[in-house]
């Protein structure tokens, strides 16, 4: 079995060779010539003076040949000529009549080998030898070897040890998340010192973090820094086109994976196969299902000790399945953000290592101007500065290398992380510090965990992350008037500061509308209209539209007062946050302040901010 699994290897990729080899041919027979250019057009533009080359190729045993012209605005125009010796005699009487300086070349006549003459039926008879070939092979694969599972060949790469040289010191900031990574890489050097305490290791770590941000870099980290081998698929591979080839490969890939142990397979986009099942749109999806399903039978299937660990990627948390998220599967989740104006500096050393800098070069400036960049686009930032140093023949980047490479960079990566102009991020800076002072100051809610005002690929421009210190079963009046209050609180940090309102509040407004209407409807908050539940909870009316469904119930009177009701519940909540933000807006201030230096702080930092 193993003899046939070798040959139909072989004949598989012979099979796509000739493929290939025959789109060549037929390409390349008539590679974009022009049929409607002829020699009068020639006359023309080498009257015009348009022409720089031209190359003249002679056809074997006719008067025939193909001429290329090298155009003066960088195009190629390919035509064929009916007589070269004529097309000869032109070329020259236009050269010395009107005088122009071009490059003319003229090839030997090309006479078709005999390889290129036999090639057709080569090909003819190469391919039918496959044919029979491939009926021979499944015919035998009903006596048991399964010649179609060569297909299923994992396709992973394996980077050995010694292959592998990245280290968490060539990752820069994301001092939390190789934190949390210690342990595991301790564990792939040891297993046995984990296995006699009976600690269990997760087995599944899934990377979540927007596209660039170092998710394969730290993966490749892990497996560097544990001196382990590391097998690298994309969740894309896994998809193809024979269904049961993806769940076959994911068998390979473990089976290999056990033989290597320990190692670290690291699935990148795992988002392509485990993908929320039954919601496939088209065909198709039920490859990926057994793909998926194959996936978790095998993570199921080894021990927790075995010293494999899976590592996955995306960056589309939302549309996973659920049943990879479950213990003993991808159990620790580990996020990955956009670094802030520190980590982009130490990002920017660690890119600029052996790129000689000129003195104007200063790297902490370029972190400060490229918020919203993650560390793909700063590699790549200084990547293009360097070329453009090559083009100018300098020995080292100058800043006008570093601005216009800004500018090319920041074009390309405009959909996925753009360059956020200055006047946006005091906005977002003042909005975040209005919700953050809130939840500090606000009984039952907060403390502040985070404030960042860096982009969360989500759409969000910035975030607030309050620590609930107790998880209360009963949420009480107060607290909730108080939720409604931060909710507003970004929006009226902005009005405070600007001229003019922005938009980007909708979302918390849409929040605090949707609280204060559950207190009147549902929770029996408001006096005017006491205990009594005016909420429609039948589901089916919201494809019509929830609000027909409303007001069929509710009489006219009774659906203005609870509209009425909301809106004072919001505008009380809105003049006392108001006042509270003005009576520190101080604090305010510094909070801003200190967002727009550092892009995100830490709870002490926060707090510190209000003993000024
Ligand atoms: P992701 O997998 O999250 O899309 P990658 O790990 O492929 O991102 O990152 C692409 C490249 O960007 C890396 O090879 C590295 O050069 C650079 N890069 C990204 N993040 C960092 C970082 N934190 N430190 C250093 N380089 C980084
Ligand atoms: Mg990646
Ligand atoms: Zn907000």
Do not use: W
Not at 41 to 65: C, I
């Amino acid at each position: 079995m193993n003899k046939n699994m070798k040959r139909s290897l072989i004949s598989y990729l012979i099979f796509f060779a000739l493929i290939f080899g025959v789109l060549y041919l037929i390409q390349g027979g008539n590679q974009n010539v022009n049929m409607k250019y002829t020699e009068k057009n020639f006359s023309d533009d080498m009257k015009a003076g348009k022409v720089k080359t031209v190359y003249l190729q002679q056809n074997a045993e006719v008067p025939t040949g193909t001429v290329v012209l090298g155009m003066k605005d960088g195009n190629r125009i390919q035509f064929y000529v009916t007589d070269v010796k004529e097309f000869k005699e032109l070329y020259v009487r236009l050269r010395d009549s009107y005088n122009v300086k071009v490059i003319f070349e003229m090839s030997d006549v090309v006479r078709p080998s005999l390889l290129e003459k036999l090639l057709p039926y080569l090909i003819g008879v190469i391919g039918l030898v496959i044919v029979i070939m491939l009926f021979a092979g499944m015919q035998g694969a009903a006596g048991g070897g399964n010649s179609m599972s060569n297909f299923g060949r994992s396709k992973a790469r394996m980077i050995s040890d010694a292959n592998n040289n990245v280290t968490f010191n060539e990752v820069a900031g994301l001092s939390e998340e190789k934190e949390d990574l210690e342990e595991v890489v301790d564990f792939l050097k040891s297993p046995a010192k984990y296995v006699e305490l009976g600690a269990r290791i997760p087995k599944g770590i899934l990377l979540v973090g927007p596209p660039g941000t170092g998710k394969t870099l730290l993966a490749k980290a892990v497996a560097g820094e544990a001196h382990v081998p590391f097998f690298t698929i994309s969740g894309s591979d896994f998809v193809e086109m024979f269904v049961g080839v993806g769940a076959s490969r994911v068998r390979d890939l473990f089976a290999e994976a056990k033989k290597n142990a320990p190692c670290i397979i690291f699935i990148d986009e795992i988002d392509a196969v485990a993908r929320r099942r039954g919601s496939g749109l088209g065909g198709g999806h039920d490859e990926r299902e057994q793909t998926l399903n194959q996936m978790l039978v095998e993570m199921d299937g080894f021990s927790v000790n075995e010293g494999i660990i899976v590592m996955a990627a995306t960056n589309r948390v939302d549309i996973l399945d659920p049943a990879i998220l479950r213990p003993g599967r991808f159990d620790r989740k580990i996020a990955v953000g956009k670094p802030d104006v520190k980590g982009r500096e130490d990002i920017l050393k660690i890119h600029t290592k052996n790129k000689p800098l000129a003195e104007d070069i200063d790297l902490h400036e370029i972190a400060r101007t490229t918020a919203g960049f993650a560390g793909a686009d700063l590699e790549n930032l200084m990547n293009e500065s360097a070329i453009s140093a090559a083009k100018d023949s300098r020995k080292y980047i100058i800043k006008e290398d570093v601005d216009k490479a800004f500018i090319k960079v920041g074009i390309g990566t405009e959909r996925r992380s753009r360059v956020i102009p200055k006047e946006d991020l005091k906005v977002t800076a003042y909005h975040e510090a209005g919700h953050a002072l809130l939840f500090h100051l606000l009984d039952g809610v907060g403390p502040v965990y985070t404030v960042s005002i860096i982009p969360t690929g989500q759409g969000a421009a910035g975030y607030t992350m309050p620590l609930p210190e107790n998880d209360n079963v009963h949420v009480t009046r107060g607290k909730m008037l108080n939720d409604i209050k931060v909710c507003l609180g970004g929006r009226i940090a902005e009005e405070m500061i600007m001229d003019d309102i922005a938009t980007g509040a909708s979302q918390d407004i849409k929040q605090a509308t949707a609280a204060a209407r559950a207190m009147v409807v549902k929770y029996g908050m408001s006096d005017e209209l006491g205990l009594i539940n005016y909420e429609t909870d039948n589901e089916e009316e919201t494809f019509v539209g929830r609000d027909i469904g409303h007001h069929r119930m509710l009489s006219e009177n009774t659906a203005a007062t609870i509209d009425r009701e909301v809106k004072r519940i919001v505008d009380e909540c809105y003049a006392e946050a108001k006042s509270i933000l003005e009576e520190n807006v101080n604090v305010l201030h510094a909070c801003a302040q200190r967002l727009l230096e550092k892009e995100r702080i830490d709870r002490a930092e926060f707090e510190s901010l209000f003993e000024i």
